[in-house]
């Protein structure tokens, strides 16, 4: 363009050595002043545009964080109603049950099983995996075992069951660890089986020491047709000093694998000291000074796993 300005130049302006003069003189510094004022003209309207596309992405991204949050607001309040809305009553037990994912869903879940009759199911689990995956696999589980007990009297027949049941419906090589156990309220005895769970702490009325409920098979969703035991446990009040009574503590890993700053685990025998020190109050304080010290000890860590937590007193 400078040059065809150039040319014209020469052709109008007269005389000839005039208009050779003028284009001698200014044609450099006229490109170069073009050039520049293009370059900066381009690199500003090349700013503009990225701009608007890192705006146009950041609305994008916004959306969808707020989409996902919505959604997750959603599958959080499907899963906290799928938990049972209230304990039920059992004559001769006390009884406190709480969770508290690690995010806005997790794969934790616990369910009492009305199994007829005086006696009652309780059940603790803990899918495999994280948020929203954990989260279904969650619901599957739960909805499954709860219909294995519910047709089946023996634990060991209803552990079996819902494995098959929850193998034929798992996806990915998900599995779930879990404690299933059935208490008659009048006799008082305890009949359970334990699906690869960390084993829950039977503390007994006259004793100092904690029974574990050790696993009686592997966890459920891993192997067909996989055979499961079962254990059995007879509770009594106590009878020398009246408020030492029976304590069964179930939980998951979220608790005794709670980390500090210095990647220390809270540990079993912190959680057994806590349950030893106040065997004497009620489930619901018990499990309040447990869930403190917890979060005293991992204070600086975010929580990375769920943490369920049930307690059971024989009166």
Partial sequence: MESLQMLIILAMVKPPEIAFEIVSFAVIPIIIANVIGI???????????????????????????????????????????????????????????LSRPAKEVGGDFYDFIDCGGEETGIVIADVSGKGVPAALFMVLSKTLMNASAGWNRSVKKAMGDANNLILAESWAGMFVTLFYMRLNHSSKKIEYANAGHCPPLYLGAPDNDFLPLNPTGMALGVLEDNKYGAGEISTSSGDLIVFFTDVIVFFTDGITESINTGEEEFGEERLKEIIMNNRHKKPEEIADLIIESVDLHSTGNPQFDDITLIILKVL
């Fill in 39 to 97: 370059l900066i003209f381009s690199y500003l309207f090349r700013n503009l545009l990225e701009e608007k596309k890192t705006i146009n992405e950041r609305d994008q991204y916004e959306k969808e964080v707020a989409k996902n949050r919505a959604e997750l607001e959603i599958a959080s309040e499907i899963q906290t109603n799928f938990l049972p809305g209230a304990i039920p009553e059992m004559p001769g037990f006390s009884i406190f049950a």
